[in-house]
């Protein structure tokens, strides 16, 4: 019974998901997205496959194919907008900002939007978009900034604060995040550079499993 019951919610979900978000969403029957109480925004557009569970995302984002981001994360884009490139993983209470308040005036209170009543963008300013490129890994409680680009490949670990530009490839950590080493060698980053591996078709992301599920050995080098 109870497996019926979870059958019956879930094709309920899929179609609710459908019929709500498939104006900025694209959709496809053999990878679904998964939207679960959720708070999403009418600016925000999507890709396939996305998994977004127990999350808020506002404002001027773009989410790629294959993102997954989960509970207690906030992604706000106020100005410029946020985009997450596919295949990147966001963990539980990360907060992902593009605006700040304004600090040069008498108050840093939004009065123009709450007493005159008039638009938030006169009371926030931007360092610029944010930019998650593919495969990155943000792990939980962590905060990314205003105007930062989070390199291919990357991973951020749990509860850092980045603060700049993250170079491809990276493992960062702390408060403010420091590079702790390259995720792989400079041979194995050539490969995947060169591969584009994040650009293939469904049909050939299937047909290459060995490359997916391999672990890649890390050299050696003097640099470290």
Known sequence: MKYILKKIYNCFLEKYTFFKYHKNFS???????????????????GNIGLKLIGCEIQGNV???????????????????????????????????????????????????QNIYKGKLEEDIYSKGKIVIEEDVWIGSNSVILSGIKIGRGSIIGAGSVVTKDVEEYSIMGGNPAKLLKKRFDIQTIEILEKSKWWEWDIKKLKTNREFFLKKFERRNESSE
Do not use: W
């Open 27 to 45: 959709f496809d029957k053999n990878y679904k997205t998964v939207i679960k109480n959720s708070i999403i925004g009418k600016k925000v557009s």
């Open 62 to 112: 773009k989410l790629d194919r294959f993102v997954s981001i989960n509970k207690n994360t906030k992604i706000l884009g106020g100005i410029y907008g946020i985009r997450i490139k596919a295949f990147s993983s966001i963990g539980q209470n990360v907060f992902i900002q593009e605006n700040y308040h304004k600090y040069e005036r008498t108050s840093t209170y939004h009065f123009n």
